[in-house]
């Protein structure tokens, strides 16, 4: 905020702040103004020239001048508006106007709106068509002869997604927008976020999805169309009655074309969008401004990736297992079969013989529900989540320090920090918006990086340090610079008396980090400690974001404590720009957790064991509810081998494909004596069930999300059920009711206000607070204020004082001499996850259709191997093949599996049964394996057309300098003072 | 034990009563709809009556054809102008004040009748009398914007001033 000003706008005075634009100010003030390149989101592009103002006497761009004091605007004037219409000329001149017949002819057409706006009839320049092809990639579409050259593609891909491939080629004897070097859309590096998309006023970049779909006169045969534009053309004498006939036909389109607000079903990030649908078919996903999250960021997954919606292989009714099959059943026959052998197993072995995951990909009424229905109408707390294969550890390692389980701030904290650290997350490819955030601060605004991590993924390559720890050894390196900074002095003494609890204990603790002894364990030399130290000390503000490669590992919990241990010596919690950020992985894995369905807590962390807490829920479901912890994912299983878990309900999650040591897990599955599964898809799990009950995506049911931040937003429902499928809640409520219980919710709306009554942490969440694009962070107090910041007053601890945690190294995972690949895993940007939803998108599918191994040039030439080689991966728990692409982003003998494959080359076949010390979370990435050449060479497992063999083209932005040192170009504002 | 298993045995819903349940459908939605239906009714038999339902029902089914044969038309140089002038002649028979005109002619001949005047015998005008009108101020104010308005429909980009 800069200082107030007064200004003077066609005779008006007006206050402004000097840090804003003409442009900003005239649009706030709610006078008119034509733009077409300017975007509240991107800034001054300064390429249309079509927002021309006088200032002090001078026509200039109003969007590419701040105001200052006693500045005279004219917005009116005849000059302005000459110059306004030349600079209109000029964009007309590059985009033909045959609105009714354009797809992007949807009310919200920048250019059209412009013209009509500005009352211009009719255009000085013809339209001129460009030398060049239609660009059909496989998700969008790029028209050269209707683009304008604005530039909103190209600053939003170098400066707010940062992949860096549009640009500008303003040399060319006629300018276009070129993807890397020049090359078609999908041999570039694109990564299909869409973002160029969503930001282009006009219909020269298209989804291939909105093409001959939107208008009632688009679906219409090339020739034939091109006759009904020549002819609109032909007859037209002024833009009036085109546009009369092209808004009414706009307004047709939104009788069949509906908008719906929802939010994201795959990552963490909670990107929340406006989708277009017209019966079933989705049309288009736009973010808007207002989304919380993303603002007008997305990823291909969440732009593009909804073909699990009205894939044919969803499942649309009951199935039951008879003999070696499923047979088709209605409801009433499916409700009353699973009712019932629940009731006779808890009846015969107890309650504690049925075990309930729920799912992190449903809402967080559903999560509550599902718990509710364990310990309510079974009676039991064997309840869990996937955060169990994921997020625990770092849950684990803040409960112990700074006493909430979430992320200390919010994305806003993130992009705002002096240094971001990213520990085991290749955030670019597992949260691809919120790694567009650190890739904007970093390239625009000074921020640093830091990145440890075993590969040097994209977010390791851009970083100013990039730290190649030996796997498994974080804590080590970790503690090591957190005693450095200590032995320095450089640790924030009056943070640590005023508000932190345990220094000494824990100061005594870190003895044994010395960094000689570190670099000895981690691999990483002393120097890079100490310049890692040594940025954190230089930082005023700093945040730390870990994933899987932190807490898939049997010390996860300890390496999440240590990190937060760091972020407490230097006083990087509770400030703006700081703390520690867990990154979730799906999109309600946090609210899943949040929201009760964990063996040991309630919703909200409540805890099972506090008697005051079980008598208030006793009271208000009217049951005995049991206050020994339950079974955890892991534990459920082992139980199952045991003998002591009969029968289990699994809802959302393929747990015989995420699950570690899968061959262990089938096997369980396979002496349950009842299984039920909640799915959209006949899934490897459901494979193994009794019952399947076909459950509802997000795009069809109402209900809350809660993302990485905290941030619970609500999804709004597009679409009716797919044939007889259900949302999971209406399936909880039905089968509750069979059980003789009279659930009487009528929406989720009704079951999150019994759960905010619950629940302190909630007390102020109610539906209309989260209407459209609004959204709370908890915990949020009885009246509404909820808290982006977390700890800025006190810790969530009873003395309100943080806690430092004292840890040893106790573990130390190595590679033997007989399994000496390490086999690294994890996602990769395409799919989500196992990609049981993102393989029935046909575009993602042909651009990914398999997993592949990342193997180092140095790995491969020792083996003699290449490109495309078959090998076989094994080790004490199973094995796997796969095929090998060679990359530099990994070294040595470390491989990298991608998760998305459910065949073959499942990573799980070879992880086993060790987990996480505290939390019991597998250690996924403590994989060690011998490899087995199949074949030397063969044909590549990556696509001729992924974006991993594109090459990014980094600019600044859209470079307008160089439009206008070409000599066709003059600014309309100097052609009219010459003219005049 | 219960091994994996993916063959699934669809529900077999008869012809029958599939045919039944979107009969149902049908018969709702016209049962909810009555007088609505009725006048739709009544519109189509008019329709029928006259000739017009099967021309309209055969111009739908090929209407692609239709459109393609329009366009093709319109797109020829002398149908585009014709067309094009014609809406030229409308944009321009909605600029001129006719009603304007209309009251000035009836106020003259009112002013004549009024004053029980016929137009006066008008002399034959020679070059001296035009250039001396010239020099009335107001037919050279009416000449002045006439060249104005000439030379800005002339001006060309390049012309120096």
């Known amino acids: 905020m800069g200082k107030q000003i007064e200004i003077m706008i066609d005779g008006q005075q007006y ?23 300017y975007h509240e989101g991107l800034g001054a592009i300064e390429t249309c020239d079509t927002c021309a103002v006088s200032i002090n006497g001078e026509i200039h761009r109003a969007c590419g001048t701040y105001v200052r004091e006693g500045m005279n605007v004219l917005t009116n004037s005849s000059e302005v508006k000459e110059a306004q219409f030349k600079a209109m000329d000029t964009i007309l001149e590059h985009h033909e106007l045959y609105c009714t017949v354009c797809d992007n002819n949807n009310g919200d057409c920048e250019i059209h709106n412009t013209v009509r706006m500005m009352g211009m009839e009719h255009q000085l320049k013809p339209f001129e068509p460009k030398p060049y092809e239609t660009d059909n990639g496989f998700f ?30 303003w040399e060319l004897d006629q300018p276009r927008v070129i993807w890397d070097d020049n090359v078609p859309i999908d041999q570039s590096s694109c990564v299909s976020c869409g973002q160029c998309v969503t930001v282009c006023p006009c219909n020269a970049l298209m989804e291939n999805t909105m093409l001959g779909e939107a208008g009632y006169l688009t679906d219409i045969k090339p020739g034939i169309l091109r006759s009904m534009i020549e002819t609109t053309k032909n007859v037209e004498t002024g833009f009036g009655p085109l546009f009369a006939v092209s808004d009414s036909e706009a307004k047709m389109r939104q009788d069949r074309i509906k908008k719906t607000k929802t939010v994201c079903t795959y990552c ?186 075993l590969r040097k993924h994209e977010m390791g390559q851009r970083a100013d340090l990039y730290i190649h720890p030996e796997p498994g050894t974080d804590l080590v ?144 479901w009217g049951t005995k509810i049991p206050t020994e912890k339950g079974l955890d994912n892991h534990k459920m299983v082992e139980a199952i081998h045991k003998g002591s878990l009969k029968a289990m309900y699994v809802t959302g999650e393929d747990m015989g494909i995420v699950d570690s040591h899968i061959s262990y897990v089938t096997k369980a599955f396979k002496k349950l004596e009842f299984f039920v599964v909640q799915d959209m898809f006949l899934t490897d799990t459901a494979q193994y069930a009794d019952v399947v009950l076909p459950a509802s995506p997000s795009l069809e049911k109402e209900g809350t999300f809660t993302n990485t931040e905290r941030r619970i937003q609500r999804l709004y429902q597009a679409l009716p059920p797919l044939g007889e499928s259900k949302p999971d809640w209406e399936i909880y409520k039905a089968l509750a009711n069979e059980l003789g219980f009279n659930w009487d919710y009528s929406s989720p709306a009704d079951i999150m206000e019994e759960a905010a009554s619950l629940t302190p942490m909630f007390a102020g969440v109610r539906y209309d607070r989260l209407e459209g694009f609004e959204s709370l962070m908890w915990p949020v107090a009885e009246d509404g204020r909820d808290t982006p910041l977390l700890y800025t007053e006190e810790f969530h601890f009873e003395d309100g004082k943080a806690k430092l945690y004292p840890l040893e190294y106790t573990h130390h995972y190595q590679t033997t001499e007989e399994y000496d690949f390490h086999a690294n895993n994890g996602r990769i940007l395409e799919h989500f996850h196992e990609g049981n939803m993102t393989y029935h998108t046909e575009g993602i599918e042909k651009k990914v259709p398999n997993s592949w191994i990342e193997m180092s040039k140095e790995a491969a030439d020792e083996l003699r191997i290449e490109e495309g080689a078959k090998v076989r991966l094994k080790n004490k728990a199973g094995e796997t093949t796969g095929r090998i692409h060679i990359s530099d982003e990994v070294t040595g003998k470390e491989l990298y599996l991608p998760l998305n494959d459910n065949g073959k080359s499942a990573v799980n076949y070879l992880t086993n049964n060790t987990v996480d010390k505290d939390t019991d979370t597998p250690a996924y990435k403590e994989v060690a394996v011998k490899l087995e050449v199949l074949k030397e060479k063969g044909d590549s497992p990556l696509p001729l057309f992924n974006y991993r063999r594109g090459h990014r083209n980094p600019q600044p932005g859209v470079e307008v300098g160089r439009k206008w040192q070409r000599e066709d170009y003059a600014f309309p504002g100097n052609e009219v003072k010459k003219n005049g | 034990m219960a091994d994996k298993i993916t063959s699934i045995k669809r529900m077999e819903i008869p012809k029958e009563k599939i045919r039944q349940d979107n009969l149902q459908e049908v018969l709702d939605a016209l049962a909810d709809n009555k007088d609505a239906m009725l006048e739709t009714i009544r519109f189509f ?7 017009n339902l099967a021309m309209i029902n055969a111009m739908v089914a090929y209407q692609e054809t239709i459109m393609g044969n329009v366009s093709y038309e319109f797109n020829r140089a002398e149908n585009g102008t014709i067309i094009k002038n014609l809406f030229l002649l409308l944009d321009l028979l909605g ?67």
Not at chain 1, 17 to 22: K, P
Not at chain 2, 115 to 144: C, H, Q, W
Request: with cysteine.
């Open chain 1, 15 to 37: 206050m402004a702040d000097e840090e804003q634009t003409v442009i900003q100010v005239i649009l706030e003030k709610n006078l008119d103004i034509p733009h077409i390149c």
């Open chain 1, 140 to 169: 969008y579409r790029y028209e050269p002869d209707q683009c304008i050259l604005c530039g909103r593609c190209v600053e939003v891909c170098q400066t707010v997604e940062v992949n860096e491939t549009l640009s500008i080629d």
């Open chain 1, 268 to 453: 963490g990030v909670g990107c929340s969008f406006n989708v277009f649908t017209k019966g079933r078919e989705i049309l288009k996903v736009e973010p808007e401004l207002e989304s919380p999250a993303n603002g007008i960021s997305s990823c291909i997954k969440g732009k593009f990736g909804w073909g699990h919606i009205n894939s044919e292989e969803r499942l649309t009714r009951p199935l039951i297992r008879e003999g070696d099959s499923f047979r088709e059943a209605d409801w009433d026959e499916a409700l009353t079969y699973v009712a019932r052998r629940f009731k006779e197993i808890a009846d015969q072995n107890g309650p504690d013989s049925l075990g309930f995951i729920a799912s992190s990909k449903a809402t967080n009424e559903e999560s509550y529900l599902l718990q509710k229905f364990a310990r309510q109408v079974i009676g039991t707390n064997n309840i869990d989540n996937c955060s169990r294969y994921c997020q625990a550890p770092a849950t684990k390692g803040l409960f112990r320090t700074v006493g909430y389980g979430g992320d200390a701030g919010s994305m806003e904290d993130i992009a705002s920090a002096d240094l971001v650290i990213l520990v085991g997350s290749n955030t670019a490819e597992s949260h691809p918006v919120l790694a567009s955030k650190i890739k904007r601060s970093h390239k625009l605004f000074g921020q640093k990086l830091i990145v440890a991590d």
């Open chain 1, 477 to 620: 390196w970790l503690s090591a610079v957190t005693k450095y900074i200590i032995d320095q002095g450089w640790h924030d003494q009056e943070f640590l008396e005023t508000k932190v609890n345990g220094f000494h204990e824990y100061l005594a603790s870190l003895s044994e980090f010395t960094l000689e002894a570190a670099e000895e364990v981690t691999g990483i030399s002393k120097e890079t400690m100490i310049k890692t130290a040594e940025m954190i000390h230089e930082s005023k503000k700093t945040c730390i974001c870990w994933a899987m490669g932190v807490t898939q590992h049997q010390i996860g919990s300890d390496t999440s404590t240590a990190i937060s241990n760091l972020l407490l010596i230097t006083g990087n919690y509770g400030k703006p720009g700081t703390g520690g950020y867990p990154l979730r992985g799906h999109n309600n894995v946090q609210g899943a957790s949040d929201f009760g369905s964990m063996p040991s807590y309630f919703a909200g962390y409540q805890k099972i064991s506090d008697q005051e807490i079980a008598a208030k829920f006793e009271e208000a």
């Open chain 2, 45 to 51: 038999s008019l329709l029928h009556k006259e000739g």
């Open chain 2, 95 to 161: 600029m001129l004040n006719l009603s304007g005109v209309d009251q000035l002619s009836n106020r003259l001949t009112r002013q004549r009748m009024v004053e029980d005047k016929t137009y006066p015998d008008v002399e034959k005008v020679g070059i001296f009398d035009l250039m001396k009108a010239l020099k009335d101020p107001e037919v050279n104010r009416v000449i002045s914007i006439l060249l104005l308005s000439l030379k800005g429909v002339g001006k060309n980009k390049d012309d120096k001033k």
